[in-house]
């Protein structure tokens, strides 16, 4: 595959060590970085890729017409404006998530790539880099349970208050739980029911533990539904120090004939590693090493910006996850 250029602007999140090292991996060179002052992330940075070049002005990389590809991780507020002007400039957009904080900017992006024909790619890790999500997903298409009529999806997180940046306890600038963490779920619930839409049935926010910081959201919910299943989400920010990893983030598919569950980053008590994939159908009750399991989300986003396609992820449905996340946010009853 050949690669090209590509850019880093914004390392406001650790991971932009992933979304930069996998383009490297694939043959993609990265021609220089620009961020904001000096966030915590940075050090870590360096030490990844010390033979990256920091520019003085983001307007370098954005004005370089050899660059192809923009990826960031800056703060969540931020990074809207930033793919707009890097579309507007003629390059392609991969963003952490969440992509956008609100329904104006999203509009706005929507406006820039239809009249660009750009890329916006926003990266939903907890579906492209796991090995566990990819083979559900190929299992569920070849019909091992039938039709899916739920998802119930869990994605806990470990706060690692001490050591976050003042940008992640306020509202306006991490866009709220819905709309950041839950944008996975969403997600999949979509990819997984092969929806092209669904409602916000209800949707709840609430900060049990966190007095002191406010405006932080340490637990939400939310109960959706498409013309084709319906799906419950529950994130939250109090896993304990006594869990070997930051999340038990896990993935349970209902079907007409069978069910798929996903232990994704740990297997409480269980077997070691990651990607733990349990198959219960007609034929058996197994479990599913994932860990040979090709991830094509780069790969796929690579060909897409070379040959003009969308098989890493529709645009559409990039639209669509964002658009339902914030509207889950904006919508959402606060408990407590």
Known sequence: ?????????????????????QLIELGCECVGWWTEGEPDTLEGFIKRFPELPRVDRKDELLDDPEIRLVVSAGVPSDRAALAIDAMRAGKDVMVDKPGVTNLGALETIKKTQAETGRIWSVNFSERFETRSTTKALELVREGAIGKVVQTLGMGPHRLNKPTRPAWFFERNKYGGILCDIASHQIDQFLMFTGSTDAEIMSSSIGNFANPETPELEDFGQVLLKSDRATGYIRVDWYTPDGLSTWGDGRLTILGTEGYIELRKYVDIAGREGTDHLFLVNGDATKYVDCSEVELPYYGCLVADILNRTETAMPQSHCFKVMELAVRAQLQAEKLG
């Open 1 to 21: 595959m050949t690669g090209f250029k590509f850019a880093a602007i914004g390392l406001d999140h650790r991971h932009i060590y992933h979304q930069v090292g």
